[in-house]
């Protein structure tokens, strides 16, 4: 699973702007997990860069992504993700965390998978 599929199950769709800069941000912090701590002086800008747009408009897009999610009925599949039932609505930098930690997760149980099934 990539980062826009995650974003997908996760009840988000591409019509939205923040959906191309979460999927980016994301997968930036799956192979780069201190980037996080980074978000305002180095993801965001960087997003902005490459989508040709400023920073703040990077955090508010991402921003209505996250709470275009929250509001959806289920959060069941969001709980998975984020490890623990939520009473609120994270961050963008709780959430751009928490999706790449599941990724990495994820990653890590399909390498340990494939590797228990040698190929021929």
């Known amino acids: 699973m990539?980062?826009?599929?995650?974003l997908r199950h996760l009840?988000?769709?591409?019509?939205?702007?923040?959906?191309q800069y979460a999927a980016y941000m994301i997968d930036?912090?799956?192979?780069?997990?201190?980037?996080?701590?980074?978000?305002?002086?180095?993801?965001?800008?960087?997003?902005?860069?490459?989508?040709?747009?400023?920073?703040?408009?990077v955090e508010r897009a991402v921003r209505t992504l996250v709470r275009v999610i929250w509001q959806k009925e289920d959060h069941s599949f969001f709980n998975e993700v984020v490890g623990v039932p939520l009473t609120h609505s994270?961050?963008?930098?709780?959430?751009?965390?928490?999706?790449?930690a599941f990724l990495r997760r994820l990653n890590a149980q399909e390498n340990t998978d494939e590797s228990a099934y040698p190929s021929k």
């Open 90 to 100: 994270p961050s963008v930098s709780d959430f751009i965390d928490m999706s790449a």
């Open 28 to 57: 930036r912090v799956v192979r780069e997990p201190n980037d996080i701590q980074l978000i305002t002086k180095r993801l965001y800008p960087e997003t902005a860069r490459r989508f040709h747009t400023s920073a703040s408009a």
């Open 2 to 6: 990539d980062a826009e599929q995650l």
């Open 11 to 19: 009840g988000a769709t591409g019509r939205l702007v923040g959906f």
